[in-house]
């Protein structure tokens, strides 16, 4: 799976459009950009998925760039639940895909009031 | 849909005992189940791969003797830790992949283990 880079830790005042970005610079043409999310004590949960293409859910919107070098997933407006550490994850799909998903640092980010 | 429980959220155990941790995927069916263990400020680690029927596979480094899993049903996983050592307490998750759906993982709440 290709590595992904992410900043540590990023702040972002509530109410505000929280981005957040990763480079994915080796990714191979098959592998999907995954996003999951981390609130302290809890497990992972799953925000979102794509290839290519941009995508948008209740939760966020993931956009990718042409290259799919990097992506970028956005809350539109950030709520101090959104408080977490926020992991994107590159990884082959697929019926043979049998591996688990691999976490690497993430980025913390902090909703301030 | 797609909810896993872990069972127990949290347990204190002391040094020498077993404790075994049960993870369920409530609407579906898994036929493969992951195991992660999270230390402090750290990530998740992945532990082992277990498939319903087989064996599991443990990531190097993990004593398979030492944390057990069984995989008896296509709803159900369980994570022994044998003789539990304070150096075992950890945050453990464990995930579920819906069968015929391998792009999709969902995760357990964990269960935070304390050994004394």
């Known amino acids: 799976d290709a590595k992904t880079t992410q900043p540590p830790s990023m702040d972002c005042a509530e109410g505000r459009a929280a981005n957040l970005p990763c480079n994915h610079s080796t990714i191979s043409g098959n592998e999907y950009v995954y996003w999951y999310r981390q609130i302290h004590s809890q497990g992972p949960q799953y925000i979102i998925h794509g290839l290519k293409n941009n995508e948008t859910n209740e939760m966020a919107s993931l956009i990718i760039t042409e290259d799919r070098k990097s992506s970028t997933l956005i809350l539109p407006h950030a709520t101090l639940r959104d408080t977490a550490v926020y992991y994107c994850i590159v990884r082959v799909a697929g019926d043979t895909g049998r591996r688990a998903l691999t976490f690497g640092s993430g980025t913390r980010l902090q909703v301030q009031p | 849909g797609a909810v896993v429980s872990q069972h127990p959220s949290w347990v204190i155990c002391k040094s020498g005992t077993s404790v075994k941790i049960e993870c369920r995927s409530l609407d579906f069916q898994a036929t493969t189940m992951f195991w992660y263990r999270q230390f402090p400020k750290q990530s998740l680690m992945l532990m082992a791969t277990s498939n319903e029927g087989s064996k599991a596979t443990y990531e190097q480094g993990v004593e398979k003797d030492k944390f057990l899993i069984n995989h008896a049903s296509l709803t159900l996983s369980t994570l022994t830790v044998t003789s539990a050592h304070p150096e075992d307490s950890s945050f453990y998750i464990c995930?579920?992949?819906?069968?015929?759906?391998?792009?999709?993982?969902?995760f357990g709440p964990g269960t935070r283990l304390t050994v004394t």
């Open positions: 995930s579920a992949r819906p069968t015929g759906r391998s792009y999709e993982q969902y």
